[in-house]
């Protein structure tokens, strides 16, 4: 399957699919509890989450349009600057989702940035996002997605890092090479955050 760098023209069927992709994910039930106004707030943070990484050539979507993928290149190793996050919208956070989702979500985000840096340094791909819509899983669309830079990781000799909220994605992520790291919950009562390195393969 094509996969293709997002274009601008394509923000909003990226951020579409992952509504659809993550509408029941453990983490964003519990971040945001409503369900009639989550797929709203999803697609706010979505629509600015792609923009971001399209501005350093992070995000890719299949070529049918059936997912999307979202990446932290290895020139970012500790993450995006703040000024990134700034220009893509998200000091408007509060008002796109709510203040105290808001808060929440910040704090989840700070647990996987400390986890990052703790359990992995140097030049690294890190998979931030990656979702099919439920109508097109198990077509080959998220391995294509996953592929793509872990094709070009191994070229590079560079290791890859994801973290997931879902354990029964921990064994998906085996699959392609992946280990797990840990799987502590960021705060009491929150979904496990199942964190996974994948070494390098020099050479490969």
């Known amino acids: 399957m094509n996969v293709q760098p997002v274009g601008p023209e394509e923000d909003a069927a990226a951020a579409d699919v992952l509504v659809r992709a993550f509408h029941t ?5 519990y971040l945001f509890p409503d369900p009639e106004r989550r797929p709203r ?15 350093v050539g992070g995000a890719f979507i299949a070529g049918d349009g059936s997912g999307a993928a979202l ?3 290895p020139e970012y190793p500790h993450g995006l600057p703040a000024g990134r996050y700034v220009r893509a919208g998200f000091l408007a956070a509060p008002f796109g989702v709510g203040w105290e989702l808001a808060g ?4 989840a ?17 890190s998979l931030e996002v990656i979702g099919v819509d439920p109508e097109r899983q198990r077509t080959g669309s998220g391995s294509a997605l996953i592929r793509h ?24 992520y085996e699959r392609h090479g992946f280990r797990l790291a840990g799987d502590a919950p ?19």
């Open 41 to 55: 707030q999803l697609r706010w943070l979505y629509l600015r989450t792609i923009a971001l990484y399209r501005g």
């Open 25 to 29: 994910f453990s983490l964003n039930q």
């Open 109 to 125: 985000l700070r647990d996987i940035e400390r986890r990052h840096r703790a359990e992995i340094s140097g030049p690294h791909w």
């Open 104 to 107: 929440r979500r910040l704090r």
């Open 71 to 73: 990446w932290t290149p």
């Open 186 to 204: 960021f705060e009491p009562g929150a979904p496990p955050t199942c964190s996974l390195i994948r070494p390098a393969r020099a050479g490969a």
């Open 149 to 172: 830079i872990l094709d070009r990781a191994d070229r590079d000799g560079l290791p890859a890092y994801v973290i997931t909220h879902e354990e029964k994605n921990v064994a998906y």
